[in-house]
Nanobody, 123 residues
Framework: QVQLVESGGGLVQAGGSLRLSCAAS????????MGWYRQAPGKQRELVAD???????NYSDSVKGRFTISRDAAKNTVYLQMNSLKPEDTAIYYC?????????????????WGQGTQVTVSS
């Protein structure tokens, strides 16, 4: 199994900044993609940003220029630096990781989610 533990959420005023962290642990062989999704009340979960093991990044249009995703491959950790936060960024933010893991000497794929961290931006 692969576990993801998130930290860094909280309450901030509009225009402020927060930094989210997500650390993966377990019998990991390789993590191909790590990213952040969010879900606001009454809305579907949506991709915020993700990054691959080759270093490419992908952002939703709503956060481009304000959020930055980065990854420490040695620590199996992904970060999301969120600047110029807006009230519409309020949501539960979930970390996601996809890759391959060891189980009984076999390589299996995994797609794991964190428990979520609340981000609230007040106007």
């Amino acid at each position: 199994q692969v576990q993801l533990v998130e930290s860094g959420g909280g309450l901030v005023q509009a225009g402020g900044s927060l930094r989210l962290s997500c650390a993966a642990s377990g019998s990991i062989f390789r993590i191909n993609v790590m990213g952040w999704y969010r879900q606001a009340p009454g809305k579907q979960r949506e991709l915020v940003a993700d990054t691959t093991d080759s270093g490419s990044t992908n952002y939703s249009d709503s956060v481009k220029g304000r959020f930055t995703i980065s990854r420490d491959a040695a620590k199996n950790t992904v970060y999301l630096q969120m600047n110029s936060l807006k009230p519409e960024d309020t949501a539960i933010y979930y970390c996601n990781a996809r890759g391959s893991r060891w189980e009984m000497r076999r390589l299996l794929s995994f797609n794991s989610w964190g428990q979520g961290t609340q981000v609230t931006v007040s106007s």
